[in-house]
Structure formats: C-alpha cells, structure tokens
C-alpha cells in the first residue's frame, strides 16, 4: 500500500498541504503518517506547501529575524522513530518505506 497505492494517490493529487500551528511545535510534525507524506512529497518532487493561521505566521516571521535558533530548534525535534501513529502496524510499515 504505501509503496504503491498511497504514493500514487499523492502523486494524481500533485500536492500536499501542511498546517503548521503552533509553527514551533506543530502537530503534524509529530505524526509518522503527515512525516511520510512529507517524505513522499520529496522523493517524488511533489508541491509541498505548509500554510500557518495568521497569529502563528506573523510569530514565524518575527523568529526568523530575531530568533532564527527557534526555527532550527523546532525543525530539529523532527524524528520519524519518535512519531506517533493510531495504529503500530502504520508507523512499523512507515519506517520500513522509508529505510
């Protein structure tokens, strides 16, 4: 499934669209399902657009001129071993397509 079906799903879609909220600690980074679409998104140069409510991009914004070390910070606690999945089959067989 994920090495076919799901891929190709993603594929005819030709997008992905990622909410970051909050922006530095978003849940959709947390997710082992959202982490392989992201992945996806890559490896296949898919169009990956990550959109933000309005409070969350202007934080954003101010980061990445005062605080640039935040942004790192929260991209840095990105790790597809850590995430979370509502089935263990998901996340055991996520980890494998991505090996």
Do not use: Y
């Not at 969350?56 to 929260?74: H, Y």
Request: aromatic letters at 10%.
């Amino acid at each position: 499934f994920l090495e076919g079906e799901f891929r190709r799903n993603v594929e005819s879609v030709g997008r992905v669209v990622l909410v970051f909220a909050p922006w530095n600690g978003p849940v959709t980074l947390t997710r082992a399902w959202c982490l392989f679409e992201i992945f996806v998104c890559v490896q296949r140069g898919i169009e990956l657009e990550v959109i933000m409510p309005a409070a969350q991009m202007a934080n954003f914004a101010r980061a990445l001129v005062d605080d640039f070390d935040s942004i790192a910070a929260a991209l840095s606690r990105i790790a597809l071993d850590e995430a979370e999945a509502t089935k263990p089959e998901d996340k055991a067989n996520i980890l494998r397509a991505v090996e």
